[in-house]
């Protein structure tokens, strides 16, 4: 509550410093991501190091759900969006975005979501599903199986979901279709 004669944020400084936790929240929960892929692809799981980075991303996931209750990934082509705010790529974090994008683009992956119920072992189990999916050859229904393994696994706090079609790509195809239909027409016509 403000004091008696303090101005209220307005809603455009709120917005702000929301987009501002988030894309450094944002990009702390995806370096400590990629430093579970990385720990976990490495060495066994019982290894101190894989232990260390496992507790860094439940540390801060639980920290990123605190405030925003609930946690989307979401990615459209090379930008990654938390909670829709997009992150900024920097040179360096080019490393850690780029192999986090290849590993859900493997498995099919087009959003994540994680809710405030998510634990250590839920994280574990669905870090060590996608480094296995993403090695897997490509296949139509890697996202269902995927999805079936996380809720075998018990992981009930973490879903995903495949790429969204972006309406402008979805205009842009049909307009390629009706361009290159009356190409076809008008070459009838010479």
Known sequence: MTAPGDKRPSM?????????????????????????FRSLKLYPIENQQVQKALDDLAATTKQLLDVERELEVRLQGEF???????????????ASFSHILNVLQQ????????????????LQVFVSLL????????????????SQKLSDGGVSHISVE????VEE???G?????????????RARWR
């Open 169 to 171: 790509d979805v205009e």
């Open 12 to 36: 455009m400084e709120t917005v702000q410093t929301t987009d501002g936790f988030l894309r450094h929240a944002g990009r702390d929960f995806l370096v400590v991501l990629y430093t579970a």
């Open 173 to 185: 195809r049909k307009n390629g279709r009706r361009k290159r239909r009356s190409g076809r027409t």
């Open 131 to 146: 480094l296995a999916y993403a090695a897997k050859e490509a296949n139509p229904n890697k996202l269902f199986e995927l």
């Open 107 to 122: 498995c099919g992956i087009g959003a994540m979501r994680l809710d405030e119920g998510v634990d250590r072992r839920q």
């Open 80 to 94: 990654i969006f938390v909670n829709s705010t997009r992150l900024r790529l920097d040179l360096d974090n080019y």
């Open 162 to 165: 495949p790429p969204l079609e």
